[in-house]
């Protein structure tokens, strides 16, 4: 017997060849980063302002030239002044930050892998939170003095807040399945935590570090602006009575030094803490 | 019978009388079930009719469910979900690795890869693998377990077709090799039919249907002897099949 095989397959006929010019898809990311990018923006507002005070277009009284605010910086640099009042500005926001950062941690931590600590802290801190720490200054003078401790207190409170807010909310957004994989690989508890609850955490952990690095910096400034006798805050408001527009623009500039060279850091840690995440930053 | 032969015949698996309910909502009717060691069963059901329900008992991991029965499951037990299920945070051999010490476990982890046919990749990040890939990472953490029950909830449900056909016959051979009971539930007959050994019909909370399906491997999807069990099974499922 023979089997006769019909082929009722006929073939398309052959596609003209496509002769559009091929398109490419518009691509959405943002690209590849620039060089230097996070300096241009600073680097062109410098050069508007040394060009405008060159041109004679700023009253030097209110903003004076770049070079001014320069050769003041080194001024106070060199008889020591500014050096003393940096490293005590230093001290209280590293403090206050790394007391913050700490109780930051271990309270979302706590409250967030057992369910007592939840229901003893996170009432708890969404309560402080909805007052704002500024305005928990005078009593805070009150209970602690004017001193040193008040005000590594409110930093820390400032630090704090944002920490234990994001990490706790990405502890309680840890994908449910992960948690039964956990279980399905027999993972102990401290395992557990070490495979899957950090891991998964350190995201929203890195985005409240960074609110409470800006926090401590921001509860710096007005700390030392009301009530301090040392620190760049109290050199700056000394030079409002004198009215040295240049002392003030140096205190600024070291605050904005302190900001970007911090977030800077802290950006730089996320990226390699955080290389398996691929997102529209990367 | 002498308590070593009873050793010897003793199932992987006895669920007896195994009910489970969702706010007063039977799932699981009293299912009775005995899987002998390093069979390969294969459970079908329509969606909803409890299949996961029953895999999740058995790999106790229904924590919060209220339910009655006795159910005896193997010590090393593991479970290959739908989706891989791969810590995106890890790179492929840790994720093998997950839960496993010991000296000689890298090794081991190694091995396994290897085994699926991702050698090298031990490097790669979850999000760097295919998703077929992935399912084969996830097959080599199940495996590397050497576990003596394994469970799958639909493990290729989420693969392409052609990708389906290749995972088939490297969960077939990787089951010849190390002989591990395996449960597979999949809502797709043929599925079924060319991979297990016996094909159980979940319904209306019980066993409806068990079948054994005795012809060689490896199965052909073709192979007409097999359209007698579709049929069967199908019936079960109370589908039709249209005849032209
Ligand atoms: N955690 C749960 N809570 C409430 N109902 C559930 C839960 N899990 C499953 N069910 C219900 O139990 C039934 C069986 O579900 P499932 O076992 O997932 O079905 P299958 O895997 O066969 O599709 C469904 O009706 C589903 O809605
Ligand atoms: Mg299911």
Redesign the pocket.
């Known amino acids: 017997m023979t089997a006769v095989t019909t082929s009722t397959v006929t073939a398309a006929p052959a596609a003209a060849p496509d002769e559009r010019p091929r398109t490419r898809r518009r691509a959405l990311a943002p690209g590849r980063r620039l060089p230097a990018a996070r300096l241009a923006g600073p680097l062109l507002v410098l050069a508007l302002w040394a060009a405008a005070s060159a041109a004679g277009r700023l009253d030097p009284a209110a903003i004076p030239a770049p070079w001014t605010v320069l050769r003041t910086g080194v001024h106070l640099w060199t008889d020591g002044t500014l050096a003393g009042d940096i490293a005590t500005s230093l001290q209280r926001a590293g403090y206050g930050f790394a007391i913050g950062l700490t109780a930051g941690v271990v309270l979302a931590l706590a409250s967030g892998l057992s369910r007592t600590g939840e229901a003893l802290i996170d009432g708890t801190v969404q309560l402080n939170r909805a007052i704002p720490t500024l305005g928990l200054i005078p009593l805070f003078i009150l209970w602690l003095g004017i001193g040193e401790t008040f005000k590594i207190a409110i930093i820390a409170i400032v630090v704090y807040i944002p920490i234990y807010l994001n990490t706790h909310a990405a502890l309680a957004g840890i994908d449910h399945r992960f948690v039964e994989l956990a279980e399905v690989q027999g993972l102990s508890r401290a395992r557990f935590v070490r495979e899957v609850v950090v891991p998964g955490a350190l995201p929203g952990f890195f985005v409240g570090l960074r609110l409470g690095v800006t926090g401590s910096w921001l509860g710096l400034v007005v700390l030392e602006q009301i009530n301090a006798t040392s620190g760049l805050g109290y050199l700056m408001f000394q030079a409002t009575n004198y009215g040295q527009s240049d002392v003030i623009l140096v205190g600024l500039v070291v605050y904005g030094i302190f900001g970007l060279v911090s977030d800077s850091v802290v950006r730089l840690v996320e990226r390699r803490v955080l290389s398996w995440r691929r997102t529209l930053s990367s | 019978m002498a308590p070593h032969t009873e050793q010897l015949t003793r199932p992987a698996v006895r669920l007896q009388g195994l009910t489970r309910s ?2 007063g ?1 039977t ?1 699981l009717d009293g299912v009775d079930l005995e899987i002998p060691a390093g069979q390969f069963v294969a459970l079908l ?12 008992a058995v790999a106790g991991l229904d924590h ?2 209220t339910g009655s029965g006795l159910l005896t499951a193997p010590e090393r037990v593991s479970v290959v979900f739908q989706d891989s299920r791969l810590l995106p945070w890890r790179r492929i051999l840790p994720n093998v690795l997950l839960g496993l010490d010991g000296r000689g476990a890298e090794e081991r982890g190694r091995a396994a890869l290897a085994e699926v046919g991702l050698a090298g990749r031990e490097r790669a990040w979850p999000s760097e693998l295919s998703g077929g890939e992935a399912q084969r990472a996830a097959l080599a953490r199940s495996l590397v377990r050497e576990p003596e029950l394994l469970l799958a ?2 493990p290729f449900g989420a693969l392409d077709a052609l990708t389906r056909i290749r995972m088939h016959a490297l969960l077939r051979e990787l089951w010849k090799r190390h002989r591990p009971s395996v449960l597979l ?1 999949t ?1 797709d007959v043929d599925e079924a039919i060319v991979l297990a050994d016996r094909v159980l019909v ?1 319904d209306h909370g019980r066993i409806g249907l068990d079948l054994t399906v005795d012809r060689p491997h490896p199965r052909s999807y073709r192979d007409p002897l097999l359209s007698e069990y579709r049929t069967e099974l199908l019936g079960a499922l109370g589908v039709v099949e249209d005849t032209d």
Do not use: Q
Request: aromatic content about 4%; proline content about 0%; charged content about 30%.
């Open positions: 969702f706010d909502r799932v059901g329509h969606s909803g009719s409890g299949k996961s329900t029953l895999l999740r919060e469910v909830d639909e539930v809502h979940l």
